[in-house]
């Protein structure tokens, strides 16, 4: 059986592509799965597992995550890296710590790390304090997320009820003393130690200092410095590049996130094309027929969108009458419906905003393997079908105003899918 070097298990299918990306910005050849793989399926050095267990109850995430980790460490994977959002996304029962717990456990490792940092998108860790941009986690609008509410910023305190090991911190003074100086610290901890990073710089201090550890826990941007460096060391083969399908016509955007970012992507995007709103209410009433046969009357390349995108007081409001898990899966069902009915309409690029919009997406388009593209924004990859479509999945915070516009601009220019 061919074997596989690196394996990834993340959270949701935004957090996978993330990773994915930073990987190929390495040039190493990386397939992303859609869940936990048929035995059959055939490896990458690099193979990245999207699950959809960032909001299931805790055990759920846990099994699942046990399950990709079987199928990783069957296929002789020696490295695996736990992928969880750069806002660490989670409640006081998880899921971060409970399935970094259980794969410790499964590993038979005693110390992993915890590093969220990914500067370039204006994540840092400071004194074990995750900030997003300029306001600590707290007071950033992830403060307000409708599943996730992230109201403190100390990471240690959010992991503490979380697991059942030790926490500890490898503060910026120690960082900045160098790779050994960490390593030495890393050596003398045990249980989940939470590592500062401020600039990008510092992930490529702690890359040096971790890249024997067969468990790294966190957000994507760690991960881009290690290829280099196992390659260097001699830990795994070369890998060479094999050609990215070439992508059909026709686009759409199908929104279900309503972070502050995407609010704003929404209405950039609503300035030079046509949009439809799902409202939660509506579809709880009357179904998405009226999306469907809206998006029907498209052309199939025209700018279009089809959102449930809002303000957190309409999100609330839609809660409260529905309840929250009542209202996110309508909006889920209704966008993964537009997805299949895009795909049967002959649309061969997509962009999805939002972790658990991806998830219901990918898995209605029956997707179960991705290659890696070109970036789009910093951690937002093309991703392409066997089949030829093209699918971006985005995270809600990620990419600038102009970023839906700028994907599919990116696919119209000449020579843009480059061999991976």
Known sequence: MTKAFFGAIADDFTGATDLAAMLARAGVPVTLRIGVPEDGAALSPFEVIALKIRTVPPEDAVAEARAALRWLRARGVSRVFWKYCSTFDSTARGNIGPVADALMSDMGVDRTVHCPAFPENGRRVFMGKLFVGEDMLSESPMKDHPLTPMRDSDLQRLLAPQV???????????????????????????????????????????????????????????????????????????????????????????????????????????????????????????????????????????????????????????????????????????????????????????????????????????????????????????????????????????GSESFFADAFEMLDEEGVVPAQ
């Not at 196992?230 to 083969?237: E, I, K, L, V």
């Not at 962009?351 to 070109?374: K, Q, W």
């Open 164 to 398: 059942q090991r030790p926490t500890g911190l490898v503060a910026f003074p120690t960082l900045r003393a160098g790779a050994d100086a960490v390593r030495d610290a890393l050596a003398r901890a045990s249980g989940h130690v939470v590592l500062d990073a401020i600039e990008t710089a510092d992930l490529t201090t702690i890359a040096l200092a971790v890249q024997d550890m067969a468990l790294i826990c966190g957000g994507s941007a760690i991960a881009q410095p290690l290829p280099a460096l196992w390659q260097a060391a001699g830990a795994m083969a070369g890998t060479e590049a094999t050609p990215l399908p070439k992508p059909g016509p026709g686009r759409l955007v199908l929104s279900g996130s309503c972070s502050a970012m995407t609010r704003a992507q929404v209405g950039a995007y609503l300035e030079r094309g046509v949009g439809y709103r799902l409202d939660p209410l509506e579809l709880a009433e009357h179904g998405p027929d009226g999306a469907r046969t809206w998006l029907k009357a498209q052309p199939a390349e025209a700018d279009k969108i089809i959102f449930a995108t809002a303000e957190p007081k309409a999100v609330a409001a839609a809660q409260e009458r529905l309840g929250v898990a009542r209202a996110g899966a309508l909006v889920e069902d209704a966008l993964a419906l537009l997805g299949r009915d895009a795909q049967a309409l002959g649309i061969g690029q997509i962009v999805v905003a939002g972790g658990e919009t991806s998830g219901a997406v990918t898995r209605a388009l029956d997707v179960d393997s991705l290659r890696i593209g070109p970036e789009i924004a910093p951690g937002v990859p093309w991703c392409f079908t066997p089949d030829g479509l093209a699918i971006a999945l985005k995270s809600g915070n990620f």
